[in-house]
């Protein structure tokens, strides 16, 4: 796939670099006091290179660009673009993303999954989605959450570039059980029927380009199951774009 102009994807890049931590922050790894909310040392140290399955984003050690699993069961998304590694230290900042309340670590691991995201427009090429989807949590767990994680990175990586977000186009109807450690069988289980488009989707998802967005990927089996559901209301192509891949099926966020 190729970017379709420069134009919206120069805008991210220029907005992304005014995504800056305020100036003198400690940075969120190794506390270093300093501009950023993670320092370039540390950037430098824990953003590594990593070859991985164009379709689910885990990690090959082979030259192949999709993994045997996806060959064999294909999700219902075309592509997976992921930032970092579900490892250290990105699962603890992620960790305290998603449970601690630490709603303030959105704008930076915003910044990061931003520029995971031009490197890869740049290296492999992708289509700039028309539409960006958070994956919705139901009602009950975002009460008990007090925000949505993939809202509050989508709401900032949108608008850069040029690519609207709609929160309250897809809802999840089913109030699942948390998945942690679930097996992906067990987790697509549970997840049939959880998500549905509302009738503002309905409207707005036909004949569209979707990316759908989430903090982490286990086992694929949340975004493969919004993916269907935004498929079945029109959509031509969905990627799903998430800030952390795990290394393993087995290491559940």
């Known amino acids: 796939m190729t970017l379709r102009n420069s134009r919206p994807v120069l805008a991210w890049r220029t907005l992304a670099a005014t995504w800056r931590w305020t100036p003198g922050s400690a940075c969120q790894i190794c506390a270093s006091w300093q501009r950023d909310a993670v320092c370039d040392e540390c950037q430098r140290r824990f953003l590594r290179p990593c070859h991985r399955c164009r379709c689910c984003a885990a990690a090959l050690a082979g030259l192949n660009e999709v993994c045997g699993r996806c060959i064999l069961r294909p999700p219902a998304f075309d592509q997976t673009l992921a930032a970092v590694d579900y490892a250290y230290p990105w699962d603890g900042l992620v960790t305290r993303f998603k449970f601690g309340g630490a709603c303030e670590l959105a704008r930076p691991l915003a910044d990061l999954m931003s520029e995971a995201l031009w490197t890869a427009a740049e290296q492999i090429g992708f289509e700039p989605p028309d539409v960006l989807l958070p994956v919705p949590l139901s009602a009950a767990r975002q009460r008990e959450r007090g925000y949505n994680q993939a809202w509050e990175l989508a709401r ?50 036909a004949g569209r380009r979707v990316a759908i967005l989430d903090d982490v990927m286990t086992t694929g089996a949340t975004l493969d199951a919004l993916a269907a559901t935004v498929r079945r209301a029109g959509a031509t192509a969905v990627q799903s774009w998430v800030f952390a891949r795990t290394v393993s099926d087995d290491a559940a966020p």
């Not at 809802?171 to 679930?182: A, C, N, S």
């Open 156 to 205: 900032r990586i949108g608008p850069a570039l040029e690519v609207p977000s709609h929160a309250r186009w897809v809802e999840r109807v089913l109030d699942t059980p948390h998945q942690t450690g679930l097996p992906r069988a067990e987790r697509l289980h549970n997840l049939r029927g959880a998500f549905a488009v509302t009738p503002a989707g309905r409207a707005g998802l």
